[in-house]
């Protein structure tokens, strides 16, 4: 079973940080990203809530859905070091492990000074799924939505996802955040696409 996010979070400053990210993801790609429109969790379509709608990271979602082991295929990466930040940001095909099929696109950035040094290595290793790599390292975490949203698959997201151009997908925005007792620490902010 999963754990549904406690409530809606406000859509619009979310959403517009969302559509940054993918701005900036598409700019990689040399062409416009397409426009997302906000949904509230209930507005999500049946099929998508339970990959959506929680707060387990997404690796664990997708494998419930998958049946299986979820890995991870680094499509590009960029590290980002000045004055005293360390950030990676990655965009990954999130992927059935015993079949290849695409599951997600994520859109990571990763604060890597705010991970322990074992961890961090591990997530420049591109390996591991970084939900994956988290919970292997035990260190407690929640994923919280930000934003869910809808919008139009097009050439590049066709290409990642498979399906065809002009489908509805759906996502999210998440904020990945260690856990301890009496804190929280962000380590991670993740835009999430998958197709119904």
Do not use: W
């Not at 859509?11 to 997302?36: F, K, M």
């Not at 339970?50 to 082991?69: F, K, N, S, Y």
């Amino acid at each position: 079973m999963f754990a549904l996010a406690p409530s809606s979070p406000p859509i619009a400053p979310a959403l517009a940080e969302t559509q940054a990210l993918l701005d900036l993801a598409y700019a990689d790609l040399g062409c416009p990203a397409p426009r997302l429109a906000g949904l509230a969790a209930d507005a999500l379509p049946a099929v998508v809530r339970p990959r959506l709608d929680h707060i387990d990271g997404m690796t664990a979602a997708l494998a419930r859905h998958a049946g299986g082991p979820v890995s991870v295929n680094v499509q590009a990466r960029t590290r980002d070091r000045d004055a005293g930040a360390d950030q990676l940001r990655r965009r990954v095909i999130l992927a059935a492990h015993a079949t290849g099929a695409p599951l997600a696109l994520g859109l990571l950035t990763v604060d890597l000074a705010a991970l322990p040094p074992a961890v961090a290595a591990e997530a420049l290793a591109e390996k591991t799924p970084f939900g994956t790599l988290l919970a292997e390292a035990s260190l407690p975490f929640l994923s919280r939505p930000q934003a869910f949203f809808q919008l139009t698959a097009d050439v590049p997201l066709s290409g990642f996802l498979g399906g065809a151009a002009g489908e509805p997908l759906y996502g999210r925005l998440a904020y990945l955040a260690l856990t301890r007792p009496d804190a929280e620490r962000l380590v991670a902010r993740v835009v999430e696409i998958l197709r119904p």
